[in-house]
């Protein structure tokens, strides 16, 4: 007969003498109420349970690091090249993240994306992450696009309508956008469901 297999679900999958991010952090907390089986998501879930008791702290300090990615072209260089040395990359994010006064737990999580070849899908990671985050929070985002820009009046009314909509208890993260190719009316993307009105 076939061996019987108990299947469990590691937070992540990692290569033959890899560390485990879960032995470098020691504290693993529940995992989010979103999931998302990708391998970026994998990671992120890794992250999400390793920040029990600190989730605000390392979202900022994560979102921080999207943010400097964005603004500097040469730390975006240092995490998307496969060429620079592990040990460079470790020794330099770990100085920047220090700097920064990174949560302990963002440096290990960085440490294992490099020792596993996977630092490129950070952004990634992290915006799976924020996902995680604001669903825990119950935050939801609130995108609304229109032809033309909407006036304080006209904001103050979608907002009220997407309200009406959302779970409750939910907290609304509003943002506008115009495109004029829309001609005339709204397309509100708030969470997953799209609204077309346009």
């Known amino acids: 007969s076939a061996p019987a297999f108990r299947h469990t679900a590691p937070s992540v999958f990692l290569a033959p ?39 605000d702290k390392v979202y900022q300090d994560v979102v921080g690091l999207r943010s400097m990615m964005e603004e500097s072209k040469d730390f ?39 020792e596993n070849k996977r630092l490129r899908m950070l952004v990634r990671v992290i915006d799976l992450f924020e996902i995680f985050y604001r669903t825990e929070r119950g935050i939801v985002a609130c995108k609304v696009t229109s032809a033309a820009p909407l006036s304080s009046a006209e904001q103050g009314q979608v907002k009220k309508a997407m309200e009406q909509r959302a779970a409750k ?12 190719a829309i001609l005339g009316g709204l397309v509100v993307k708030m969470g997953d469901a799209v609204f077309d009105n346009s």
Do not use: Q, W
């Open 17 to 55: 003498g890899a560390r485990s991010f879960a032995a470098a952090v020691g504290t693993v907390g529940p995992k989010p109420k979103h999931e998302d089986g990708t391998l970026g998501g994998r990671y992120a879930t890794a992250l999400f349970m390793a920040s029990s008791g600190k989730l």
């Open 76 to 114: 975006k260089l240092l995490i998307e090249t496969p060429g620079v040395d592990p040990t460079t990359k470790v020794k330099t994010l770990e100085a920047v993240c220090k700097h920064a006064g990174m949560e302990g737990s963002v440096i290990n999580f960085l440490k294992v994306l490099v």
């Open 169 to 180: 208890g939910s907290t609304i993260i509003m943002e506008y956008d115009t495109k004029p």
